[in-house]
């Protein structure tokens, strides 16, 4: 096995820093029809995908969503500006929390912000997010860094012609450990919102 794991880091690395969000203005100001929306949102995200055939959003995926609900319904069979960005949300946490945690985690804001006159809307708790997790890039690429470097040092006892995929498997462990503690800490923040497993 040959794998070039400080030029595959120095890749990852690199496309951390390009990590970039569905800007608000990009999202069309016009109602939506549900086809239009899976287009937008395949369009904006392909860059996320593992494998090209993979899909982003299906009609399937948005009608699970509203009747779970994750999205408000639409109006009259259209999709506003604030549905995409539910969604955009609801994209991202998919592949960490169960469906139940979702609901719960979103139902707060869809209720009080969603097509509301709240002094906060849709869109700038959007924007907040983004604007908190793209100035934290430089501190992950340095956590991963160091995971990477602390992976290289292990298993030196080990043979030479194993040593290279037990590092990598150290590498993914520890990266995997950072993954599972804070999913952990998620759930645990999660059971104390209303309708979580904490009853208060």
Known sequence: MTINTEDLLNSILESIGRIDYIRPAN???????MDQVTTFMEEQLKSTKRYKE???LTKTMINNYAKNNLLPPPVKKKYTK?????LIFVYYFKNLLSIKDIEILLKPLTDRYFASDAE?????????????????IEQMQESIRDMY?????????APEEEREYLQLFA????????????????EKL????????IKK
């Open 120 to 136: 906060f809307d849709m869109q700038q708790i959007y924007e907040e997010v983004c604007k908190m997790e793209k100035g934290r």
């Open 82 to 86: 604030e549905h995409v960005l539910v």
């Open 149 to 157: 470097a602390s992976a290289q040092d292990a298993y030196e006892d």
């Open 27 to 33: 999202i069309p100001n016009i109602d939506l029809y």
């Open 190 to 197: 999660i059971d104390q919102l209303p309708g979580g497993r």
């Open 54 to 56: 993979d899909k982003i």
């Open 171 to 186: 590498f993914i462990c520890n990266l995997s450990f950072d993954v599972y503690v804070k999913k952990q800490l998620i």
